[in-house]
């Protein structure tokens, strides 16, 4: 989870809220439910791993409603584990969408856009990536032939190959054996685009 608190001064918080509740809560309300069902670890236990669990995000994305809704649903299976009641009917995604907030009816929900290069909003990735590239001495061009990946076009960051997902406002590179591209950090991108190892760099 270090790469939040990376790409938290680079990426608009609601894009990085956005994986999380796809990503991250599911996974980890599932395990902690599991946890408490299978094993009963006690209060204790479950209050230890729920506070360090939320140390993992940083308080800016905390604040936020969705991420809110993710620890609050977390926080329902310490008050079951209080009151020692059973959960064995309720999934993860059930304890979420309870928390999550509601959209009144008539209401469209409003999507984020993509951030805009004004002096208010956020310098976009691809113009990050390009600031990033100078200031490291490495070439930032489009890969040759036009080459994409899942509908995104591709760039040679370095010796690395990378693109950037608009869609959840994060920079994919493939990584060194060349087997499947992943999110990257910028430290851990500079690393492997510069050809050296990226081990070590969190």
Do not use: C
Request: net charge positive.
């Amino acid at each position: 989870m270090e790469w939040l608190a990376r790409w938290d001064s680079l990426v608009k918080p609601v894009y990085l809220a956005q994986i999380l509740l796809k990503a991250f809560f599911p996974v980890w309300l599932t395990k902690t439910l599991h946890w408490y069902m299978n094993a009963d670890p006690g209060i204790e236990a479950l209050g230890e791993w729920y506070t360090k669990s939320k140390d993992w995000v940083p308080a800016s994305l905390s604040k936020l409603p969705l991420v809110a809704a993710g620890f609050s649903a977390g926080l329902d299976i310490l008050n079951a584990a209080l009151s020692g009641s059973d959960l064995s009917t309720l999934t993860a995604t059930m304890l979420l969408q309870r928390r999550l907030p509601r959209v009144e009816p008539g209401v469209a929900e409003r999507k984020p856009t993509i951030a805009a290069s004004t002096s208010n909003s956020r310098v976009p990735l691809k113009e990050v990536l390009g600031r990033v590239a100078d200031r490291h001495g490495l070439v930032f061009v489009p890969a040759p032939k036009g080459r994409t990946k899942e509908g995104h076009p591709v760039y040679m960051f370095g010796k690395t190959s990378v693109y950037v997902n608009n869609a959840d406002q994060l920079v994919y590179a493939q990584d060194q054996l060349g087997s499947r591209f992943r999110p990257m950090s910028i430290e851990e991108l500079v690393a492997v685009a510069s050809g050296g190892s990226a081990e070590g760099v969190k």
